[in-house]
């Protein structure tokens, strides 16, 4: 029984040097996909056949397997069939993007979280900040502070305020537009022109500047005042 010959450094060279570029511009089916996931891949004839001699050492492949393989990458036969260990090399490849998009699409989903999260204590420090309750609830009410010097207030539609106003509350889009009967593309289309306005980058910059400017009420004080009555 003739031994199977595995890969090593020996044959390391010569097999990588099959690696050249072969026209698959003729082959509508397996190949042309494979070449055509390379390149979205943005991964380069070489570098995947790198990759290949590395699972093959790695997995103590028979050299004719990965000769097989790297035969299969240049051929232009279009009815070849894709060889059963490259194959599995691919769909492993795959696996492994997936689970990273997977894993980049969780820690974006926790940074917006994290973002919103933020925005939603900034807000709530700053009514803290300008508006003590106990003093609201004896009647007194604490000032906002004046514009800055040459600062002008923005010119704000009445809905883009009762937007603003709702926001300052804490509210959702979603619920935001509940409350008004509105679109929550609507709602954010008012949003977007009250940020353009008010020079803010943000909900929560674009509620402290309407503040600052009057063009909306403290939450704190309307809330304490509703109290009170």
Wanted: with cysteine.
């Amino acid at each position: 029984m003739v031994e199977p010959h595995f890969v090593d450094d020996a044959n390391r060279s010569s097999i990588l040097n099959q690696g050249h570029t072969a026209d698959t511009s003729a082959n509508p089916g397996a190949h042309h996909a494979f070449h055509k996931w390379l390149e979205i891949s943005g991964t380069s004839r070489t570098e995947f056949v790198r990759l290949l001699m590395k699972s093959a050492r790695r997995n103590r492949w028979p050299a004719s397997e990965l000769e097989s393989c790297l035969s299969w990458i240049n051929s232009t036969n279009a009815d070849e069939p894709m060889p059963p260990l490259l194959l599995r090399m691919v769909l492993d490849e795959v696996a492994a993007i997936s689970q990273e998009a997977v894993t980049v699409t969780q820690r974006m989903s926790t940074l917006h979280q994290a973002g919103a999260n933020l925005a939603d204590l900034a807000l709530r420090e700053y009514t803290r900040r300008y508006h003590d309750t106990t003093q609201a609830l004896n009647g007194h009410r604490c000032e906002r502070p004046d514009l800055d010097s040459g600062e002008t207030a923005a010119t704000l539609t009445h809905r883009e305020k009762q937007v603003l106003q709702l926001v300052s509350s804490g509210n959702s889009n979603r619920k935001i537009a509940r409350t008004l009967g509105l679109a929550e593309q609507t709602v954010k289309n008012h949003l977007t022109s009250a940020f353009m306005k008010l020079n803010a980058a943000d909900r929560t910059s674009a509620v402290l500047t309407a503040l600052r400017q009057r063009l909306i009420t403290d939450p704190a004080s309307t809330a304490a005042a509703n109290e009170a009555q």
